[in-house]
């Protein structure tokens, strides 16, 4: 018969990150050289999806200003005006933030705040920080 040594009855585990604050919420921050993960910011999409669609109904004709589109939708023109501005971002950073890989400071309040025109910029812009 063989004696077994005693199997503990707690483990712990060490994990490395910081809570940081992102748009409004707590996100957890790995140390640099963990893999990133790739979560869609489902804020975002949303937004970008309004900001589209919004677009085209201005286009179509179904509505003649933002201030009556924004009254249909009940919400304020000056809101409505910084989410359009989301039709005007570079490519990249739209599939960025679609396909979750935006990175962690492309927030929603960041990107309606004004930004250069310039896609080159843009890109710029949204990596640095």
Not at 97 to 126: C, H, S, Y
Request: net charge positive.
């Amino acid at each position: 018969m063989t004696h077994a040594k005693p199997v503990p009855e707690t483990v712990t585990v060490h994990i490395p990150f910081r809570l940081v604050k992102r748009g409004g919420r707590k996100e957890m921050q790995m140390p640099d050289g963990a893999a990133p993960s790739r979560e869609t910011n489902n804020v975002m999409v949303k937004a970008l999806a309004r900001a589209f669609r919004w677009k085209r109904m201005l286009e179509w004709g179904e509505f003649t200003t933002i201030a009556e589109l924004a009254e249909r939708e009940g919400i304020a023109p000056s809101y409505m005006t910084r989410v359009l501005r989301l039709t005007l971002l570079a490519p990249g950073i739209v599939e960025g933030i679609l396909d979750g890989t935006q990175g962690p400071d492309v927030t929603l309040a960041r990107v309606l705040e004004l930004f250069p025109m310039e896609w080159t910029k843009q890109v710029a812009l949204f990596r640095r920080n």
